[in-house]
């Protein structure tokens, strides 16, 4: 897509806050170039520091949130969703990499979903063989909130973290608050009771071309940021070229138009999800 073709968005996604910008990135009195949706955008500060976000000739919505900072083409809520955690004090906050991918936004929220592929794709990190069973979980949509969440997640990882010093049965929860994001809560190597938070935050580029954001919010004061960075800068890399070669690259929300397995249970809550938000951006609608 070119980055200046205009796209008529869903009222679903033209009114959500997207990620389009790494905070740190954007230093006070620099305009920096970003692309949403195949339309050009200038991200720079004001005098206060706070982000400032233009496009299509006018001055969007703007906020810094997470390590990243968000915009909407159209009327978003106030506020971004809610990341419980992300604040403690102990925490170490590591935005942890951005890569470009050829593949639409759902496609890789619903590969970040998927714990079926930890053995093969991620070897003697977040799975091995012969520890290749998705064990059943639960996952159903949260009307309050509004967001898909999947628990009761278990799955042996060789490391399961950066600061892991062998394998575990590991306990995940997923999130997905937003269309294009995604969380992961898992099994903290150094707290009994907290878990570590992973992040999704996807940019769309265009309807089959996304930055992928990631970002780790962990209990760990032995690893450095680099260590952080390092390691799920290797997994997503892993995912990558899994990403690029998945056809069709936008997601079809036809439960018929892929054979699920019980491995694919939140995947299939997340399309109906996105069908009952009437998401047409990066999919193939079902019929």
């Known amino acids: 897509m070119s980055s200046t073709e205009k796209v ?7 009114d959500a806050w997207h990620v389009c910008a790494v905070a740190a990135d954007i230093a006070p009195g620099a305009t920096a170039m970003h692309c949403l949706f195949g339309q050009r955008l200038e991200v720079a500060r004001d005098a206060a520091g706070r982000p400032v976000v233009r496009g299509d000739g006018r001055v969007l919505p703007a906020l810094e949130r997470y390590g990243f900072i968000w915009t ?3 009327t978003p809520p106030e506020d971004l969703f809610p990341l419980p955690g992300y604040d403690e004090p102990d925490r170490k906050n590591v935005v942890t990499g951005s890569v470009g991918i050829r593949v639409s936004a759902p496609r890789a929220v619903e590969n970040f979903l998927d ?3 930890f053995p093969f ?4 990190i977040l799975g091995e063989e012969p520890h290749t069973e998705v064990k059943e979980y639960a996952v159903a949509i949260d009307p309050v909130a509004d967001e898909v969440v999947a628990t009761e997640c278990q799955f042996y990882q060789p490391r399961a973290a950066v600061g892991s010093s062998g394998g575990a049965k590991t306990e995940y929860v997923y999130r997905v608050p937003h269309p294009f994001c ?5 099994t903290s190597p150094f707290d009994a009771v907290r878990m ?4 999704l935050f996807v940019q769309p580029v265009g309807e089959e071309e996304i930055i992928g ?3 780790m919010s962990i209990i760990d004061d032995r690893s450095t940021a680099t260590e952080v960075r ?5 997994i997503f890399g892993q995912d990558k070229p899994i990403l690029e070669n998945q056809r069709p690259r936008k997601l079809p929300l036809d439960p018929r138009a892929e054979t699920p397995i019980r491995a694919d249970k939140s995947s299939i809550m997340y399309r109906r999800w996105l069908t009952s938000k009437g998401v047409a951006y990066g999919v193939i609608p079902a019929p």
């Open 8 to 14: 008529e968005l869903d009222p679903a996604i033209r």
């Open 72 to 74: 909407s083409p159209g």
């Open 182 to 186: 995604a969380i992961l809560y898992k």
């Open 196 to 199: 570590d938070i992973v992040a």
């Open 115 to 117: 714990m079926g592929h």
């Open 121 to 124: 794709v991620h070897t003697g």
């Open 230 to 234: 390092h390691f799920q800068l290797t």
């Open 213 to 215: 954001h990631t970002m």
